[in-house]
Every structure is written in C-alpha cells, then in structure tokens.
C-alpha cells in the first residue's frame, strides 16, 4: 500500500470478462475489494438490466431469511452469530439449493407454527371451559332442576318461565362496563355472577398471560338473551354451552380433561419438531445469508458492466490502485479457472478523462484521524493529506485547551481500556452510535490525554491544584529579613510582594511547568492569562504558517512552480513579516527581559501598533537597536507582497496563452494541402481547438485568494486565542468544582467527617466526569476540529476529491450487519 502522506497512485482500466467466467472473477475480485466499477449503463433503467431477475430472486431468499431469523430470535431467544470463516460467493448450482432448502424450511415452519398456534388457540378453550365449569358450579348445585321455574310466586293464569343461562370468560378490563352495560340493556331482570379463573391463560391474540374472567348470566325469556348474546359479541367474549343439569356437566368436564391432555401430548411434540427445524436454521442461515449478499453484490456489479458486440464477454471499467494491477490480473486468472473456462480474462488501462477517486492506506490508528479530515473534505486525488500531521497536531491543540494532569489520566485510562479490549466482539459490534464513534477513536483519545497529562504538567494543574515535585525558585526568607518582616507584617497584610532584585529571593526559574508559588499569589489569573494567551498566538502563527509550507509540495507534484513564486512565497512574506514577527517581540522579550528587569520592560502592543503606524513612541523603549527600520522595511514587504499575490498569477496565465496561442498560430497549415484531400488533416484540427481565456473570472478567482488570505491571517491569528479561553475556562470550572464541593469534606475530621467526605467524593467524582470530562472536552474538541478545517486547512488543502469506493464483500457484510 501507498504513503499516507499522498494518495495512492488510481487508474482507470478495462475489464474484458468471458461471458461463463463473468461471475466468478467479480466473485474473486470482491474478496479482494481493490476495485471500484463505474456504471458503464447509466441510461438504463434498474428494471431492464441484464440481470435483475437474479437480484430479484437474492432479494427473495433475503426476504426468506428474514423470516426464519424471526422466528429463531422469537421461539429460540438467540441472535445470528457471523459464520466463522466467510463462506465465499455460492455458484448457481449451489444458489438453487440453497433456494430449494431455504424454502422448504420456511415452508415447514409456517405450517408448524400455523398447527401451534391453532392446537394452542383450542387448547385456551378447552381450559377456558373447564374454568367455566369450574368457577360456576357452585352456583348451581343447589338450585333446582332446571324446566318449570316460578321465580318469583307467578300466578296459576301465567305461562310457566324458562330460566336461562349464559356462560363464558371476558377479559378482566372488560368487567366493569360489560357488568355495567348488562344491567341498563337488561333493565336488572339478570342475574350475572363473575369470578376470577385460577390459572393464567394465553391471549389468542397478544400471547400475553391473562387470568380471565368468569361469568354465569341467569334470565328469563327469549327477548332477554338476544340482548345478552349480542352485549356478548359485542365485548368480545367467549361463549360456551352450558349444560342444565349436574350429570351432563360432569360428563363434560371428564371429557374436556381427556381433550386436554391430548393437546397437551400433540403441542408437545409439534414443539419438539418446531425446535428442530430452528435448530437446523441457526446451523445454515449465517452462511446462507452471507453467500446470498454476495451473490446479490456479484448479480448488481454485473448489470453494470456492457456486453460487447458479439455477446461473448461483458465489458467492464473500474478504478484500481496501479500497485494492486498484478492483484487483478491474477483474480480474473482464477475466476477463469475456476469456471473451468479456456479463454482467461484481461484488463487494459485507459486514459481516465475524469480526476481519479482518492484513497489512503489507513489502519486501527489512523483511521480515526483520517476520518477527521474526510468530514471536512476528501483530498482531491495525489494532493497533500493532513491527516499525516493531524495525528500530532490536533491531541496537542485539544491538551492545550484542556490541559489538567488529572483530567487527562481519567482520559487515558478510559482510552486504554478500550484499545486492550478492541477484539472484544460485544464491544466492536455495539449499534448504539455515540459509543460507536468514541470507540472508533479510542486511539484519538489516547493520545488526546496523554497530551493533556502533558500541557497539565507544564500547567502544574491536577484537578486544579498545583504539585510541588521540586523545589519552588521564590523564597520569602531573604525578603523578611531584607525588609525585617515580623509576625505582625504578616498579620496584618493579607498579600505581601517579593522582590526578585533581593539576592536569595528568586534562585531560578522552575525545573518543568510553572512553578507552583504562583498558585498562592493574587496576580496568579493575570500571570497565567499573559502566558497562555503569548503562547496561543505563537502556536497558533507556527500552525499556519506550517500549513502555507505543505503547499508547496503540492506545487511541485503538480508542476505547478510559477505558483511557488507567484503565491507562495507572497503568502509566507505577508504571514512571517507582520505575525512571525509578533512571535518574534514575543519570545525576545521573555530571553531579555527576566524577573529582574521585568520593571523596564515595553510594551509589545504599543510596538506592535506602531510598527504599523511607523511611529515611535518615547515612553516605549525599543527592544533592540535598529527596530524601527527593521520594522518599516517588514511592514513595506506585507505591503508590497499583496498586489504580487493578487496580480502576479492571473498575468502569468494570460502570459502562457498568449504564447501558446501564438505558437499555434505558426503551427497551422492551408486548408487544402498538395494532394488536394480536405479530410487530411481533420484530426489535427479537432484536436487544435482553442480556448479562450477568460480575463475577468481568472482576475476574481484571484481577488477573491488574496482577500481571504489576507483577511484570513488576522481572523486565524485570533481564531488561535481559543486555546488561551477554553483553557482558562477549564481551569476556573476544575477550581470552582474543588473550592464548592470537595474542599467541603476537609472541615470535619472525624467519623461523621469521613462519612460525608465519601458521599462528596461521589458527588465530586460524578460532577468531574459529566462537565468538565464530558461537556467540556467535548468543547475543547470541537474548537480543535475547527482549528484544523479552517484555520490549517484552508492555507494548502482544498478538500475537493472524491473517496475510492471499492466493491468488496467486507464492507458489504459489515454494512448490512450494522442495519
């Protein structure tokens, strides 16, 4: 594989494919996954391709699957597990057995589970009808015989009153207005008793377990119990015949225990051969699923191809790396043979009219790096890639922003973890997105907070307290004795100043970081601020003015060189002449001007504004003798560098057509030659058309360059002070969180102390982790992103390219098991 540091050399080539080898070598060049085919059918609908029946008969079987994983995930409880190792693509042969297998199996099933849940639906009713019988007799086994009935003392002239019954099971929800609508309908001339069944039964419907109810409904008349079937039917309810005496019940109810317990038998074996037939679905279906998706990736690359004239071979074009071309002669080389074909396939290599696709070699690594890139822009093809240099750069511009020792071991630690456990397949193969993106850059993570841990030490912050690992270089001692401090001084002044002229105060700076007395002093935010917002603006001008650099290499691959002179080197003189020199003032005075001499030192603003003002100002020492004309001559450089950036490029094009133009101009020939033949010299013609050169949009293009570079070098410098404000706001929240919460546990030392200091803990354990670990790095990470796309990126990379999608059956399997 290629460098990271340029795309991979793509070109575009001809597949010429024997018409019986066809499948095979698009079977084996998906294995390999090198290539990606261009649809050489674009005016043709999907529908009338060449092989859309055979991907209509894969989408089929897909369908078929879907259906046996169903029913596994539901009767069995288990998940498809993918087939260890790949099976490779199935040939036809081998397609229309699985078809056979497949359909028969899902056959089988359906009738299986279409006999189970009949056997189970009579199961519930026959249980449902023992309950009746059950539950109501009671009610009835003290009444007296059924037939002539005189309820209530009827008259001699009445006609003798039949009573009734209705006997069923309602669901339990349904009671109270199916009692309620009873009684209104039925006016009260009812009698309607309810009891709960003992045992739980399965809705016929939702297969959930309910313990229905019971209901025995007494009448009288035939009016009545129309009324009392149709309120039945209505509800839903089931209905069973109720005997009218206590013999043919029981003769009933032995009946209905016999019944039972053959459903009982039979449900148990239908079961046990349902189980055997999931069971030898779960053996297949992974493979089968497998070789199914790439029979139907092979049968969709296929219709992309074009047959030739003769029909005896289909034509293909594709994309592949010039370094995988032996790859592929010897894949279409083994798809021949193994389609026992006596003609091999070939390729040629055309001459691409369009920019090749882009495609980088990644690994575990740098994937997630690239990745970071590839959101803003894929790199147009064999142009500069960033994220060679991402891989540092951006971790750093997040440490610098979220810098804390402590915060950046939590980081760390969580990183670690999860690059040890990376072959974990439950982790890998989790769907839930944020935790599939933080483990895809578990390495971007790592590195993110070993540097943290690194600018934390320079910081001399963990969890916003200062370490003293060595000897502080500020003492007091020699200051007390100097002035003759006493206990009273220190008493009766809250804030006391060292003097770094006094011999013994100041001994030296610091061994590593910032040295830990400046936690204790007042100035302790303007120390820090002055620091970290110098030292934004210098990483911030040493970024860019890196980014400026890396065009160049992209000017010499494209043999671009008058652009190293016309906007290169413009661009460097306008950068490194106004803000290299900013960084300049900056670190001369830190090696200048020391504690000792910080009383004299100037003022790098009140330079800074009038080296463009060309003006001195008295009150203002300068840093170094001769600065004012050093100055004018780098602010007359800036100066001079616009118009050549602006001009300089549009007039050497207009330069290299005139010349061209006039070199084709004395190239031309008469219209008619000797031999008097006008179709002579057509080719030469065709190919001699002229361009013509577009002045004004060459012009604007340009304007447009040299404004926003220009303009862009103030805003980016600026943009770079971030670092310096998401940095002093991560360190002020870590402060607030220690003084508010934790330093609260240190008041009490005692049992009861030690008890509250576990439950503050928790609360400041819980709190770190969600805002400054979580909400915060999020911030700090997202202003590093923007850092790299706009501010870096936008100086050599144009991020107009287009990713290499090859036709593998990795990424296709890894797609469809993610959906």
């Not at 990606?36 to 209509?56: C, G, H, I, T, W």
């Not at 409904?217 to 206590?246: A, L, M, R």
């Not at 053959?262 to 037939?277: A, H, P």
């Not at 919460?741 to 005692?750: A, D, E, G, L, Y």
């Amino acid at each position: 594989m290629g460098s990271m540091f340029r795309s991979e050399e793509v070109c575009l080539v001809q597949l010429f494919l024997q018409s019986g080898s066809a499948y095979n070598c698009v079977s084996e060049l998906g294995e390999l996954g090198i290539v990606e085919f261009r649809d050489l059918n674009p005016n043709v609908n999907a529908f009338q391709r060449k092989f859309v029946s055979e991907v209509r008969r894969c989408e089929e079987l897909e369908k078929t699957f879907v259906f046996l994983e169903q029913e596994i995930v539901r009767t069995l409880s288990q998940t498809l597990q993918p087939p260890i190792p790949t099976p490779a693509a199935p040939q036809p042969r081998e397609l229309l057995t699985i078809e056979e297998e497949s359909e028969r199996l899902a056959r089988e099933l359906k009738e299986v589970s279409r006999n189970r849940d009949s056997l189970r639906a009579q199961f519930t009713q026959l249980c449902q009808y023992r309950g009746v019988l059950k539950q109501t007799h009671s009610l009835t086994a003290s009444q007296a015989p059924l037939g002539s009935f005189d309820p209530v003392g009827l008259a001699e002239n009445r006609q003798d009153v039949r009573l009734s019954f209705v006997a069923g099971v309602v669901h339990p929800w349904k009671v109270p207005a199916f009692e309620r609508l009873l009684w209104r309908a039925c006016r009260g001339y009812i009698i309607v008793d309810f009891h709960e069944m003992e045992e739980k039964l399965e809705h016929p419907d939702s297969g959930e377990e309910v313990q229905w109810t019971v209901f025995l409904i007494s009448f009288w008349g035939d009016q009545i119990g129309q009324k009392v079937k149709k309120i039945c039917d209505c509800f839903h309810t089931q209905t069973f015949p109720y005997p009218e005496n206590q013999t043919e019940r029981e003769e009933i109810l032995n009946g209905l225990r016999g019944r039972i317990e053959d459903i009982k038998s039979v449900m148990g074996q239908t079961e046990q051969y349902m189980q055997q037939l999931l069971a030898r679905a779960l053996a297949r279906l992974p493979e089968w699923r497998v070789q199914v998706q790439k029979c139907k990736a092979v049968q969709m690359v296929l219709n992309l191809c074009s047959p030739s004239v003769t029909d005896k071979c289909l034509i293909a074009e594709a994309w592949c790396p010039v370094s995988q071309l032996p790859a592929l002669q010897s894949a279409l080389r083994e798809g021949g043979r193994k389609s026992g074909s006596s003609v091999d396939s070939f390729y040629n290599r055309l001459q691409a009219t369009t920019s090749p696709p882009t495609l980088f070699p990644t690994n575990a690594f740098t994937a997630g790096f690239q990745n970071i890139v590839d959101a803003y822009g894929v790199a147009s093809y064999r142009e500069v890639n960033p994220a060679v240099y991402t891989i540092i750069t951006f971790p750093f511009l997040f440490a610098v922003m979220f810098g804390d020792v402590g915060h950046g071991l939590l980081m760390t630690l969580a990183a670690l973890w999860m690059v040890l456990e990376e072959k974990d397949l439950k982790l890998r193969n989790n769907t839930n997105e944020i935790w599939h993106m933080m483990f895809g850059g578990r390495y971007l993570i790592l590195l993110m907070g070993l540097f943290s841990i690194y600018t934390g030490a320079i910081y001399n912050e963990c969890f916003s307290r200062g370490l003293a690992t060595f000897s502080s270089g500020w003492h007091v001692l020699p200051n007390a004795e100097f002035y003759n401090w006493t206990e009273d001084t220190f008493k009766s002044n809250q804030y006391l100043s060292l003097d770094p002229n006094i011999t013994g105060v100041f001994t030296g700076p610091y061994p590593f970081g910032i040295d830990p007395i400046w936690g204790l002093a007042s100035n302790h935010l303007t120390f820090l601020n002055s620091y970290k917002m110098k030292m934004s603006v210098i990483i911030g001008v040493i970024h860019m003015t890196f980014g400026v650099c890396l065009s160049l290499f992209n000017y010499i691959h494209f043999r671009d060189i008058s652009s190293v002179f016309l906007v290169l080197i413009p661009e460097l003189c306008f950068m490194l002449c106004l803000f290299g020199y900013l960084v300049f003032m900056v670190i001369y005075k830190w090696v200048v001007y020391g504690p000792m001499t910080s009383d004299s030192a100037p003022s790098i603003l009140i330079h800074f504004i009038d080296m463009f003002l060309f003006t001195e100002n008295e009150d203002n020492k300068p840093l170094y003798e001769g600065q004012m004309t050093v100055q004018k001559v780098l602010v007359i450089v800036a100066v001079l560098s616009v118009p050549v950036l602006l001009l300089g490029k549009p007039i050497q094009e207009y330069v290299a057509y005139r010349k061209k133009k006039t070199q084709l101009t004395g190239d031309r020939r008469p219209l008619l030659p000797e031999n008097g033949s006008i179709n002579a010299h057509q080719g030469d013609m065709e190919t001699g058309e002229e361009e013509e050169f577009d002045a004004s949009n060459v012009f604007m293009h340009q304007a447009i360059h040299t404004i926003e570079y220009c303009l862009g070098c103030i805003s980016n410098t600026a943009s770079y002070l971030r670092l310096w404000a998401l940095s002093l706001a991560h360190a002020q929240l870590s402060e607030v969180l220690w003084l508010m919460v934790m330093r609260i546990s240190f008041k009490q030392f005692s049992y009861v102390g030690s008890v509250i200091m576990v439950g503050i803990f928790a609360a400041f354990a819980v709190l770190t982790v969600s805002i400054l670990l979580v909400m915060e790095g999020l911030s700090a990470f997202l202003h590093a992103l923007r850092l790299h796309w706009v501010e870096f990126q936008n100086k050599f990379y144009s991020g107009s390219g287009y990713k290499l999608s090859p036709f593998a059956f990795s990424l296709i399997i890894c797609t469809s098991s993610l959906n």
